[in-house]
C-alpha cells in the first residue's frame, strides 16, 4: 500500500520560510514578556497612511466587496501602466499588468506561468529565501551564481555567462536587494541585459524595495527601461507592501511582455481569481496621493541605515558591508567559526536578538538584521550584539 504521507507533490515538499520561522520565535518569546530586539521582519514599523486606509473604507461602504477581472480593477492596472513609465521608464499598458495578491505571489505565478520541468533558473547569491522554493514548486531547476560584497553583490557577467544554458528560461533579480540591501549599478544591468538578450532568457526583475534607495551615486534602475530587446524579455514585479506600509494588504502587480501576461492572468484566475477588491483601491490611492508619506519613511529609514551601520561598526570580529537599499545589513560573523543557523539561535536564546541566519539566504558564515524598527531598538540589539559577540 503506498504511503500517502511521503508521496507528494512538488509542492508538497517545501520548506518553511527562515525569515517568517524567526519572527514567530521572537514573537512566542515577547508574548511570554522577554524583552526580544525583533531585527528579523522585512516589515516596516509604520502605519498605513491615513489617506491610504480610508481609500479603503470608502471602498467597503461603499460596496466594493464583489469579484474583480482577475488580473484586477482596470483604474488600478492603468495607474501601476502610468506609474512604471513615470518612475521606471518602463513602456507598458494596463493590458500587460496583472494586480496580485502580494509581490511574493506576483514573483511565483511568473515563475509557474514561465518554467517548468527541464528549466533552469538562474538565481544569484545571496538570494532571497523564497526564490529557490518558487522554482522548486514550479518544478524547474535552479542555478546559483555567488556574489561578492566587494563587487557590490552584483552577479559578475563572467560567471553568469557561464552559468547559462541551453535550458536556461530565466535569471531572478531583486535591486534593491534583499538580503543585502545592495543596489545594483545601471552599468552591471547592461551587460546582463546583452547576456539575456544574446542567450535568449527571461528576466524577472523584483523592485518591491525601489522606493527605499538612499545614496545618490546608486540610484534605483529597472532593467526592463534599458531598451526594448531587454524589455520584451522582462518581468517587473513590484507592489505595495514596503514603501507604503501596506505589508498586511498583501497587494502587488507585475508587468511583462503581453503573451505571458496573457498565461500569467489565467493562470491567477484559477488560483486566486482575484486581489482583494478594497484592498486594490488603497492601492490606488497609495499611486495617486501618498508620495509624502513614502518620502518621509525612506528618509527616516535612511536615518537609520546610517545609524546601524556606525554602530556595527564598531563590533569587533564582524564586518558589514554598508547597503544602499531596503531595510537590512549583512553581517559577516565567520570569524567566530560556527554556523549561522547556530549563531542565532544562541543569539535569540542568550541575548533576546532576533537575527535570520545567511544559510536560508545561499549566505552561510553571514547573519541578516532588519532595520525596520526604532532607533532605540536598533542600538540596544547591536549592545547585544556586540556583548554576545565578545563572549564568543
Known sequence: MKDLQTTLGNMGDLSASETLAISAKAKELKAKGVDVCVMSAGEPDFETPQVIKQACIDALLSGKTTYTPANGIIELRKAIAEKFLKDNKI?????????????????????????????????????????????????????????????????????????????????????????????????????????????????????????????????????????????????????????????????????????????????????TSNATTFAQYGGLKALEAADKECEEMRLIFAERRDLICNLLAEVPGISTPRPSGAFYVMIDISSFGISSVEFCDRLIEESQVAAVPGTGFGAEGTIRLSYACDDSTIKKAVKRLAEFCAKL
Open 91 to 271: 513602456n507598458t499598458t494596463a493590458a500587460q499588468v496583472v494586480v496580485s495578491p502580494g509581490a511574493k505571489f506576483s514573483v511565483f505565478i511568473a515563475i509557474a506561468a514561465l518554467c517548468g520541468p527541464g528549466d533552469e533558473v538562474i538565481i544569484p547569491a545571496p538570494y532571497w529565501v523564497s526564490y529557490p522554493q518558487m522554482v522548486k514548486a514550479a518544478g524547474a531547476t535552479c542555478v546559483f551564481v555567488n556574489t561578492l560584497p566587494e563587487n557590490n553583490y552584483e552577479v559578475d557577467p563572467k560567471d553568469l555567462e557561464s552559468a547559462v544554458t541551453e535550458k536556461t528560461k530565466l535569471m531572478i533579480l531583486c535591486s534593491p536587494s534583499n538580503p543585502t540591501g545592495a543596489v545594483y549599478r545601471r552599468e552591471t544591468f547592461e551587460k546582463i541585459a546583452e547576456i539575456a538578450v544574446r542567450r535568449n532568457f527571461m528576466v524577472l526583475s523584483d523592485e518591491i524595495y525601489e522606493k527605499l534607495v538612499f545614496d545618490a551615486d546608486k540610484p534605483h534602475v529597472s532593467i526592463a527601461s534599458l531598451n526594448d530587446e531587454i524589455a520584451n524579455l522582462t518581468i517587473t514585479v513590484n507592489g505595495f507592501s514596503k514603501a507604503y506600509a501596506m505589508t498586511g494588504w498583501r497587494l502587488g502587480y507585475l508587468t511583462a511582455p503581453k503573451w505571458l501576461v496573457e498565461k500569467i492572468g489565467s493562470l491567477q484566475s484559477h488560483l
